[in-house]
């Protein structure tokens, strides 16, 4: 159980064009789904908190007009990359939090790696 | 300063040592403790999480938790090659309602 998807799993784009990460847990409902970076030998960034039905709350320093966050049901979020460029590219990871479980536990998706050329 | 605090190694071991890898942190409002293994181009796995200060033993894996010293470790027993991969550990506090994270170990445990 427990099980969260990302799609898609990599994306190559050009430069000024946007791109929508999709992120699903698949056996269980998530009032709260996260959203993190991750940079090459680095750790989790938390970019953004996003809750059902209500606006996603971001982190200090991230540009919310730039990364669209849409929480539209309780199996579902997206991430929109809008006007992509190359220091945008890194591995962008998903969690979330089962509405039936304990308030610290998060399921971490696969990850989706984004190339910006 | 960092609330967590993680070296980030390298650590490289033959395979059957035991491992010890540890975090410190600063938030004394922190009240889980988790290890997360992220093998490489993939998503974190929780291991093991700890309420509070303690011992929690699975398997081959041991976390302790000494909330005093503000430190946390994790102990991997015959550690084996299939173990290699970067260890983070995350903590939680019912006040910030967020995991924070350490910066990882990755480790390589050489046949």
């Known amino acids: 159980g427990a099980v969260v998807s990302q799609h898609p799993s990599w994306v190559i784009c050009k430069s000024g064009t946007s791109v929508k990460i999709e992120c699903r847990s698949l056996d269980f409902q998530a009032t709260t789904m996260f959203w993190y970076r991750q940079f090459p030998k680095q750790s989790l960034m938390l970019m953004a908190t996003s809750n059902e039905g209500s606006k996603a709350t971001y982190e200090q320093g991230v540009e919310k007009d730039k990364f669209l966050i849409n929480h539209a049901s309780l199996t579902l979020s997206t991430l929109t990359v809008t006007s992509a460029h190359p220091e945008d590219s890194s591995f962008y990871i998903c969690?979330?939090?089962?509405?039936?479980?304990?308030?610290?536990?998060?399921?971490f998706g696969p990850g989706t790696r984004l190339t910006v050329t | 300063q960092k609330e967590v605090e993680q070296d980030p190694g390298p650590l490289s071991v033959p395979e059957g040592a035991i491992v010890s890898l540890n975090c410190t942190y600063s938030n004394s409002a922190f009240q889980y403790f988790m290890w997360y293994r992220q093998y490489s181009r993939k998503g974190p796995e929780l291991l093991m999480y700890t309420y509070s200060s303690g011992n929690k033993e699975d398997g081959r894996f041991t976390a302790q938790v000494d909330k005093s010293s503000k430190y946390i470790s994790l102990f991997i027993r015959d550690s084996q090659p299939s173990d290699s991969a970067t260890y983070l550990c995350a903590m939680y506090s019912r006040r910030g309602s967020r995991l924070t994270f350490g910066e990882g170990t990755q480790l390589t445990v050489n046949p």
């Open positions: 969690s979330a939090r089962d509405r039936e479980g304990s308030p610290y536990e998060q399921y």
